[in-house]
């Protein structure tokens, strides 16, 4: 066993941040990750990181009190107001303080951060080192973390949470290179490991985004909070998802249709390409099944083409790479065949405005989590700003949490080996099952369901007839076995136990979306065309059944406080 | 990797820096040498001639700063190379260098007292 | 529907049995295009459970899949087989193996230890002395441009596979590491002065790089590590004769 003051699982922005935060307060921090932090999928952000700044010319009458009202506005008032608050004040904080710590944002002639225009945000707020803004951060943190002697387990992949007595103690972690289950045992634990969005066959995500963090939690018995909204990107490459940052229409670039229409104009006159990226990406699947893609095909154009070869090799030469790479088309010679794709999930495990769960020594940072801040519709450039501003109140709070919980008494080891003891048995059942199921197949099956039955638009039938389909792909992925029992990086091993907790985060997004009778941000009905503000202005909690085979829903209100519910207009 | 054994190999910077400097040179000097030998003494290449040549002060300059140059340039060429092989600890690097050194002033040295009867 | 063979560097130094290397093939049936990625999981899926490969983000960003394909470093995720060499062939073989010269940990996963020790050991983070403004450190456009080459690098681990100074001195601190310092040392808001310096200012640092250009490349990122080295060599002379930081 493994002892650290505290556990951060995920190596992330939000992971590190906390870390990082832990560690300066003086905890000995441990980040366990599946992947060297800096291969997380932080790292593929690309547009930028919103921060009421004012640097831009036009964004001088910009203030926190803006962003945290275009946030609101753009999540449709689902988002907790005090927590957009929180953020949108830190948010100013924070990216001084990964200039500090030598990010390379990209600057203006007197030297000052650059801005940039992005969508459903009324001023140019979005700061940005070129279109690789993630990987700019992600590294400026991976580097804080070696220089504060963060502890890095690198290629854990963490399975399990060790709860003694209601409190969390630790996690349990299969050691990719050395091979075998070890607990790490602490007196808190940070969950950062990133969003779901590997439970949809049209991912813009990283492989490794298959939610086994909320589904930790979740297996725990924290409830798993609006898992319905998920975000479609308008402009994932038309062959492999792959994204498309919204800086492409941030800098001036067009969405277009087979008719060679900006099609934008029937949906969001005044913002256009701009509007919040739900509109944007309804639109385009309106386009497409009303068959205006391009040469009928399901698919629209990005076209960057007017912007020129100097400001494309300038602002946005890691989607040109992209392009030219994965879809075999140059933006300064052609446009970009994209369709919408999955990109972000908005739910997320339960936590307040510390990143604190209801179970306590149990916290939870980043896309995992659900603050909730993007309500139903998150705002390009508040996600790196998320991870980032509740990282470090997370890292914070635990402090805080460590100092003042009343029982000091060590991790209790015996909780730990059983924890281990678990795991070992339950690889050992998957090792000797006579298997009648493929773990992949079915991986891919749920996949594909969740795409065609929980996509940008939603109805009563298709969802019932999904949510069936969940039920029997649940039922059936009890008959899947190993192939390969070796220690050492066992994928088969990983992938298989990732099935489980994918299965059944898909079940609470399902769920949750079929139950919510209304359209709200990026969950649209075509049954409820309506947002209802009467019945549905809650979150949806989803708690875990033991031996059942989807959630308990639950509901609980919405922060206000600061502004007033209005309907949305772009 | 350990810390110590990066550190170990301190400097450095003077033998790249010459390596360079004395390129320069052995091109300026070479240059000259070759230019004096072959183009403009060219038919006449004997004992006397060259003697005559050597009279001259600045001749004598030019060959022991090529001599210098050459011998330091070939002999670090020759360390980086075996640095590279057998020669990779402190220890080794260390003996290999003081080896080259004595070598090279002795070849120096040799050279010199060849010219010394023009130096004179 | 095409067809292609991936001949696959397999070894288990685990395995009691059979720790030698060997080539496997497999044949994969596609449609449309086919990254090298998208085929070790197809063998992982359809084959063979036990191949080992990483992975991340598929959209060569994270640097996690860089391989030794068709006899070049290159990133699986990022590799069509249709660009390479062997896609005109009517029965197309394409060679899989992991970053040569690294220690193995199984099929194509190679060890990082020492990669990612090198990269601690040059101190990759902002060194600063004075206090921190209120708001941004100011930097003009034209020092943040110097910047623009070794901050895409992506940790994959090609040029120091590829480096025959690696090779021959595994305590060199190769190509990625100190084009990490470089990173550093060149930005204008950096103020270390011989902190980093004796790190990399040594035998088993910049001048260990014999512009051998191999780094240059292997880079999938198309980066130019020795350029960023010749500038560390140069700013050593600066610092230590002419007193100069940058």
């Given at each position: 066993m493994i002892?650290?003051?505290?556990?951060?699982?995920?190596?992330?922005?939000?992971?590190?941040?906390?870390?990082?935060?832990?560690?300066?307060?003086g905890l000995d921090v441990a980040v366990l990750s599946q992947v060297h932090p800096g291969r997380s999928h932080s790292g593929a952000a690309q547009g930028g990181i919103n921060a009421?700044?004012?640097?831009?010319?036009?964004?001088?009458?910009?203030?926190?009190?803006?962003?945290?009202?275009?946030?609101?506005?753009?999540?449709?008032?689902?988002?907790?107001?005090?927590?957009?608050?929180?953020?949108?004040?830190?948010?100013?904080?924070?990216?001084?303080?990964?200039?500090?710590?030598?990010?390379?944002?990209?600057?203006?002639?007197?030297g000052r951060i650059t801005q940039r225009p992005f969508g459903g945000a009324g001023f140019p707020r979005c700061c940005y080192g070129a279109d690789k803004t993630g990987h700019y951060l992600l590294h400026t943190l991976v580097e804080q973390a070696y220089k504060h002697q963060v502890k890095l387990y690198v290629e854990q992949y963490v399975c399990k949470l060790i709860v003694h007595e209601g409190i969390c103690q630790g996690?349990?972690?299969?050691?990719?290179?050395?091979?075998?289950?070890?607990?790490?045992?602490?007196?808190?634990?940070?969950?950062?490991?990133?969003?779901?969005?590997?439970?949809?066959?049209?991912?813009?995500?990283?492989l490794i985004n298959t939610g086994g963090g909320m589904a930790m939690a979740y297996h725990a018995g924290v409830p798993l909070k609006d898992m319905e909204f998920i975000q479609f990107h308008p402009t994932g490459l038309y062959s492999t998802n792959i994204l498309m940052t919204e800086a492409a229409r941030g800098e001036g670039g067009y969405l277009v249709n087979g008719l060679g229409e900006r099609y934008?104009?029937?949906?969001?006159?005044?913002?256009?390409?701009?509007?919040?990226?739900?509109?944007?990406?309804?639109?385009?699947?309106?386009?497409?099944?009303?068959?205006?893609?391009?040469?009928?095909?399901?698919?629209?154009?990005?076209?960057l083409r007017h912007l020129g070869a100097e400001k494309i090799l300038e602002r946005l030469p890691g989607i040109r790479d992209l392009a030219i790479h994965f879809e075999g088309v140059d933006p300064i010679e052609e446009p970009i065949p994209v369709v919408p794709s999955q990109h972000y999930t908005m739910g997320g495990i339960d936590t307040n405005v510390d990143g604190a769960t209801i179970m306590p020594g149990l916290y939870a940072a980043g896309e995992c989590a659900c603050v909730s801040v993007h309500g139903a519709n998150r705002l390009g450039g508040n996600s790196l700003l998320e991870t980032i501003v509740f990282g470090r109140r997370a890292g914070a709070d635990v402090f805080r949490y460590l100092e003042s919980r009343p029982d000091k008494r060590p991790p209790n080891a015996r909780a730990a080996f059983a924890a281990v003891q678990a795991m070992e048995d339950k690889?050992?059942?998957?090792?000797?099952?006579?298997?009648?199921?493929?773990?992949?197949?079915?991986?891919?099956?749920?996949?594909?369901?969740?795409?065609?039955?929980?996509?940008?638009?939603?109805?009563?039938?298709?969802?019932?007839?999904?949510?069936?389909?969940?039920?029997?792909?649940?039922?059936?992925?009890?008959?899947?076995?190993?192939?390969?029992?070796?220690?050492?990086?066992?994928?088969?091993?990983?992938?298989?136990?990732?099935?489980?907790?994918?299965?059944?985060?898909?079940?609470?997004?399902?769920?949750g979306a079929l139950n919510r009778t209304e359209s709200r941000g990026a969950h649209y009905r075509t049954d409820y065309t309506k947002r209802d503000d009467a019945n549905w202005l809650k979150h949806t909690l989803a708690y875990y059944r033991p031996g059942e085979a989807g959630p308990r829903l639950d509901y609980k209100p919405v922060t206000l406080g600061y502004f007033e519910p209005e309907e949305r207009k772009y | 990797m350990k810390a110590e054994s990066v550190t170990s190999h301190r400097g450095g910077m003077w033998a790249w820096l010459f390596q360079r400097i004395t390129a320069v040179l052995l091109i300026v000097c070479l240059a000259i040498h070759l230019v004096f030998t072959h183009i403009v003494g060219i038919g006449d290449i004997s004992y006397d001639t060259i003697g005559d040549r050597l009279a001259h002060a600045g001749f004598i300059a030019v060959d022991i700063i090529l001599l210098a140059a050459g011998t330091f340039h070939a002999l670090n060429g020759l360390r980086m190379v075996l640095m590279d092989y057998w020669f990779t600890s402190r220890k080794r690097a260390l003996a290999l260098t003081v080896v080259l050194w004595v070598v090279g002033l002795a070849a120096l040295v040799y050279g010199i007292w060849a010219l010394w009867p023009w130096i004179s | 529907m095409a067809e292609i063979t991936f001949r696959v560097k397999r070894q288990d130094p685990q395995d009691k049995k059979n720790p030698e290397a060997h080539w496997e093939d497999y044949k994969i049936t596609y449609e449309g295009n086919l990254t090298?990625?998208?085929?070790?999981?197809?063998?992982?899926?359809?084959?063979?459970?036990?191949?080992?490969?990483?992975?991340?983000?598929?959209?060569?960003?994270?640097?996690?899949?860089?391989?030794?394909?068709?006899?070049?470093?290159?990133?699986?995720?990022?590799?069509?087989?249709?660009?390479?060499?062997?896609?005109?062939?009517?029965?197309?073989?394409?060679?899989?193996?992991?970053?040569?010269?690294?220690?193995?940990?199984?099929?194509?996963?190679?060890?990082?230890?020492?990669?990612?020790?090198?990269?601690?050991?040059?101190?990759?983070?902002?060194?600063?002395?004075?206090?921190d403004p209120e708001k941004?450190?100011?930097?003009?456009?034209?020092?943040?441009?110097?910047?623009?080459?070794?901050?895409?690098?992506?940790?994959?681990?090609?040029?120091?596979?590829?480096?025959?100074?690696?090779?021959?001195?595994?305590?060199?601190?190769?190509?990625?590491?100190?084009?990490?310092?470089?990173?550093?040392?060149?930005?204008?808001?950096?103020?270390?002065?011989?902190?980093?310096?004796?790190?990399?200012?040594?035998?088993?640092?910049?001048?260990?790089?014999?512009?051998?250009?191999?780094?240059?490349?292997?880079?999938?990122k198309e980066l130019v590590p020795t350029e960023g080295i010749q500038w560390l060599k140069r700013a050593a002379i600066r610092r230590r004769l002419f007193g100069r930081l940058k």
């Amino acid at each position: 066993m493994i002892h650290h003051d505290v556990i951060v699982v995920g190596g992330g922005l939000a992971g590190l941040r906390a870390a990082i935060e832990a560690k300066r307060a003086g905890l000995d921090v441990a980040v366990l990750s599946q992947v060297h932090p800096g291969r997380s999928h932080s790292g593929a952000a690309q547009g930028g990181i919103n921060a009421a700044l004012g640097n831009h010319p036009e964004g001088r009458d910009d203030s926190w009190e803006k962003h945290a009202f275009d946030t609101t506005k753009g999540g449709d008032f689902l988002g907790d107001q005090d927590a957009i608050v929180q953020m949108t004040k830190d948010a100013i904080e924070v990216i001084y303080e990964m200039d500090h710590w030598g990010c390379p944002f990209s600057r203006y002639e007197d030297g000052r951060i650059t801005q940039r225009p992005f969508g459903g945000a009324g001023f140019p707020r979005c700061c940005y080192g070129a279109d690789k803004t993630g990987h700019y951060l992600l590294h400026t943190l991976v580097e804080q973390a070696y220089k504060h002697q963060v502890k890095l387990y690198v290629e854990q992949y963490v399975c399990k949470l060790i709860v003694h007595e209601g409190i969390c103690q630790g996690v349990v972690a299969y050691d990719m290179i050395r091979g075998g289950f070890e607990a790490f045992s602490g007196g808190a634990v940070i969950i950062a490991t990133g969003g779901a969005g590997r439970i949809y066959a049209n991912s813009t995500n990283a492989l490794i985004n298959t939610g086994g963090g909320m589904a930790m939690a979740y297996h725990a018995g924290v409830p798993l909070k609006d898992m319905e909204f998920i975000q479609f990107h308008p402009t994932g490459l038309y062959s492999t998802n792959i994204l498309m940052t919204e800086a492409a229409r941030g800098e001036g670039g067009y969405l277009v249709n087979g008719l060679g229409e900006r099609y934008m104009e029937k949906y969001a006159p005044k913002f256009m390409e701009l509007a919040p990226r739900d509109i944007v990406a309804r639109a385009g699947q309106t386009e497409i099944n009303e068959g205006r893609g391009i040469n009928g095909q399901p698919y629209v154009y990005l076209d960057l083409r007017h912007l020129g070869a100097e400001k494309i090799l300038e602002r946005l030469p890691g989607i040109r790479d992209l392009a030219i790479h994965f879809e075999g088309v140059d933006p300064i010679e052609e446009p970009i065949p994209v369709v919408p794709s999955q990109h972000y999930t908005m739910g997320g495990i339960d936590t307040n405005v510390d990143g604190a769960t209801i179970m306590p020594g149990l916290y939870a940072a980043g896309e995992c989590a659900c603050v909730s801040v993007h309500g139903a519709n998150r705002l390009g450039g508040n996600s790196l700003l998320e991870t980032i501003v509740f990282g470090r109140r997370a890292g914070a709070d635990v402090f805080r949490y460590l100092e003042s919980r009343p029982d000091k008494r060590p991790p209790n080891a015996r909780a730990a080996f059983a924890a281990v003891q678990a795991m070992e048995d339950k690889v050992e059942a998957l090792a000797r099952a006579e298997a009648t199921e493929n773990a992949y197949a079915l991986r891919t099956e749920m996949a594909l369901v969740t795409k065609e039955h929980f996509g940008v638009f939603r109805d009563e039938a298709g969802m019932k007839a999904g949510l069936d389909k969940l039920l029997s792909i649940k039922e059936r992925s009890a008959k899947v076995g190993l192939r390969y029992t070796g220690n050492v990086f066992n994928l088969d091993l990983i992938r298989t136990l990732d099935l489980e907790g994918m299965i059944d985060v898909a079940l609470c997004m399902a769920m949750g979306a079929l139950n919510r009778t209304e359209s709200r941000g990026a969950h649209y009905r075509t049954d409820y065309t309506k947002r209802d503000d009467a019945n549905w202005l809650k979150h949806t909690l989803a708690y875990y059944r033991p031996g059942e085979a989807g959630p308990r829903l639950d509901y609980k209100p919405v922060t206000l406080g600061y502004f007033e519910p209005e309907e949305r207009k772009y | 990797m350990k810390a110590e054994s990066v550190t170990s190999h301190r400097g450095g910077m003077w033998a790249w820096l010459f390596q360079r400097i004395t390129a320069v040179l052995l091109i300026v000097c070479l240059a000259i040498h070759l230019v004096f030998t072959h183009i403009v003494g060219i038919g006449d290449i004997s004992y006397d001639t060259i003697g005559d040549r050597l009279a001259h002060a600045g001749f004598i300059a030019v060959d022991i700063i090529l001599l210098a140059a050459g011998t330091f340039h070939a002999l670090n060429g020759l360390r980086m190379v075996l640095m590279d092989y057998w020669f990779t600890s402190r220890k080794r690097a260390l003996a290999l260098t003081v080896v080259l050194w004595v070598v090279g002033l002795a070849a120096l040295v040799y050279g010199i007292w060849a010219l010394w009867p023009w130096i004179s | 529907m095409a067809e292609i063979t991936f001949r696959v560097k397999r070894q288990d130094p685990q395995d009691k049995k059979n720790p030698e290397a060997h080539w496997e093939d497999y044949k994969i049936t596609y449609e449309g295009n086919l990254t090298v990625l998208e085929g070790l999981f197809y063998i992982q899926e359809k084959y063979d459970g036990s191949l080992a490969f990483r992975y991340c983000c598929r959209a060569s960003v994270c640097g996690s899949c860089a391989m030794y394909i068709d006899g070049a470093y290159r990133l699986a995720c990022q590799t069509n087989v249709k660009h390479l060499d062997s896609a005109g062939s009517p029965d197309p073989v394409v060679t899989v193996a992991p970053m040569p010269h690294l220690p193995l940990v199984k099929d194509l996963v190679c060890d990082m230890t020492d990669f990612f020790a090198k990269y601690e050991y040059i101190m990759p983070w902002l060194i600063r002395k004075s206090p921190d403004p209120e708001k941004e450190l100011l930097q003009s456009p034209k020092d943040r441009k110097k910047l623009d080459m070794p901050i895409d690098c992506i940790l994959c681990g090609c040029c120091y596979s590829s480096c025959p100074s690696v090779w021959g001195e595994e305590n060199y601190l190769g190509p990625a590491a100190l084009l990490k310092a470089y990173r550093f040392e060149v930005d204008s808001r950096d103020e270390a002065r011989k902190d980093r310096l004796s790190r990399w200012d040594n035998e088993r640092g910049v001048y260990r790089c014999h512009t051998i250009m191999n780094c240059v490349e292997a880079c999938p990122k198309e980066l130019v590590p020795t350029e960023g080295i010749q500038w560390l060599k140069r700013a050593a002379i600066r610092r230590r004769l002419f007193g100069r930081l940058k």
